[in-house]
T-cell receptor, first 111, second 107 residues
Framework: NAGVTQTPKFRILKIGQSMTLQCTQD?????MYWYRQDPGMGLKLIYY???????DKGEVPNGYNVSRSTTEDFPLRLELAAPSQTSVYFC??????????FGSGTQLSVL | AQRVTQPEKLLSVFKGAPVELKCNYS??????LFWYVQYSRQRLQLLLR??SRESIKGFTADLNKGETSFHLKKPFAQEEDSAMYYC?????????FGTGTSLTVIP
């Protein structure tokens, strides 16, 4: 049972670089989410999707983009990385907006 | 505006002592409330949700709509309860999380 899989686990970026954080789930869940976790700040919602082809902004979407071309995948794109985007990123999925299943996280440093 | 507040960042209790992790929320509709837990080197996972009114690993949480609270309680803490606990609110297809409470159970 793979569940929610995130890659990579760790990444260091230089300021201005771009990258995509990958997230895939094999539970046929409709809902998928991207969160960032900063020390002492809890989890903040970046983007979410309620189904393929549908995405919506969360609390902190600036500097990020997402797409949802399939039910399984929900990649998060960082354009022009900035030090403020140094964080731990979590992807999560849910069948119908109830119980969340989380990935193991991606630790990103922007230097 | 929707908000989840966990006033304690750190909480330490002795093994066998009662533990209560506080959570207050604000939401204009009828939210669903959850507690998620992250044990060391493990993923965030659901501990319990108010709608199921169940006890998981000895923990219970009662939704108090008058006080807008959803405190997590356990009568006798165990060492394996040491973890990070997050209170969360679900509404409008979104989940809102508190800042978390790190619980340490002292042997």
């Amino acid at each position: 049972n793979a569940g929610v899989t995130q890659t990579p686990k760790f990444r260091i970026l230089k300021i201005g670089q771009s990258m995509t954080l990958q997230c895939t789930q094999d539970m046929n869940h409709n809902y998928m989410y991207w969160y960032r976790q900063d020390p002492g700040m809890g989890l903040k919602l970046i983007y979410y999707s309620v189904g393929a082809g549908i995405t919506d902004k969360g609390e902190v979407p600036n500097g990020y983009n997402v797409s949802r071309s399939t039910t399984e995948d929900f990649p998060l794109r960082l354009e022009l990385a900035a030090p403020s985007q140094t964080s731990v990123y979590f992807c999560a999925s849910s069948l119908s907006g109830e119980k969340l299943f989380f990935g193991s996280g991606t630790q990103l440093s922007v230097l | 505006a929707q908000r989840v507040t966990q006033p304690e960042k750190l909480l330490s209790v002795f093994k066998g002592a009662p533990v209560e992790l506080k959570c207050n929320y604000s939401y204009s509709g009828s939210p669903e409330l959850f507690w998620y837990v992250q044990y060391s080197r493990q993923r965030l996972q659901l501990l319990l949700r108010h709608i199921s009114r169940e006890s998981i690993k000895g923990f219970t949480a009662d939704l108090n709509k008058g006080e807008t609270s959803f405190h997590l309680k356990k009568p006798f803490a165990q060492e394996e309860d040491s973890a990070m606990y997050y209170c969360a609110l679900s509404g409008g297809n979104q989940f809102y999380f508190g800042t978390g409470t790190s619980l340490t159970v002292i042997p």
